[in-house]
């Protein structure tokens, strides 16, 4: 469950965007900050006992900063309205895959995968599809999987047009080749948020993902 003034803390720093704002609203901040370490505990606790890899998580692995990176964008609005967790058997400074919550009214999502791998990881998970794309056919293709996530992310900016060099055209794993990014995606609705069950239902619709995690960490670690 999200406490009802810490949405109403995020719907008002979404409007009121700058220093003063938060310096003067910084008690309503110092709450939502304890909020937040509680949240992501009873994440962690859940998800323990669902997938043993995140059994080294502690909350400061899977919290954010509230302050942005304004260094190399247009928009310098300088703090996020948004509340985070990522949980993965790499932490968060890591390129493995790993579980995703996306707090934000009206714009919440859970997620899970490898967004936009650099390109050396990006050669090593098209080379495991390559030569195990049966395995990955079977994880996308499962009931539980399609259920709660129908399909990996797919739209014109995280998909190629032709397949990627070195591939040929009429390869049988042809459209999980063209992805640029291998992550699925479910929304969470507002009211969902205010559940007491929250944080049970969500890591229930989550593990969904554990087969995907360890398909794309298996060829992250591949020596």
């Not at 810490?6 to 409007?15: G, M, Q, R, V």
């Not at 247009?74 to 985070?84: G, M, Q, V």
């Not at 967790?85 to 390129?95: A, E, L, P, R, V």
């Not at 090593?124 to 030569?131: D, L, V």
Request: charged share 35%; net charge positive.
């Amino acid at each position: 469950m999200i406490a009802k003034e810490n949405l109403e803390f995020l719907k008002d720093i979404k409007a009121n965007n700058n220093r003063d704002w938060f310096m003067a609203n910084k008690k309503r901040y110092e709450q939502y900050k304890k909020d937040y370490v509680v949240l992501v505990s009873a994440f962690i606790e859940q998800m323990q006992k669902l997938d043993p890899s995140l059994r080294h998580l502690e909350p400061k692995d899977c919290m954010f900063r509230i302050n942005r990176d304004i260094r190399f964008t247009k928009d310098k609005s300088p703090y996020k309205t948004n509340l985070a967790i990522w949980m993965s058997t790499g932490q968060k400074n890591t390129n493995l895959a790993g579980y995703y919550v996306h707090v934000e009214p009206g714009g919440s999502f859970m997620a899970g995968g490898v967004y936009y791998p650099d390109a050396p990881d990006l050669k090593k998970i098209r080379s495991e599809i390559a030569y195990f794309h049966e395995d990955l056919e079977k994880i996308v293709t499962e009931k539980k999987f399609r259920d709660v996530f129908g399909a990996l992310d797919r739209n014109e900016d995280n998909a190629l047009k032709t397949m990627p060099k070195g591939y040929e055209k009429d390869h049988p794993a042809a459209e999980f080749l063209k992805l640029k990014c291998f992550t699925a995606t479910r929304k969470i609705a507002d009211k969902d948020l205010k559940s007491k069950d929250f944080v049970k239902a969500t890591c229930q619709d989550l593990i969904a993902l554990r087969p995907l995690n360890e398909f794309l960490n298996r060829a992250l670690t591949h020596e």
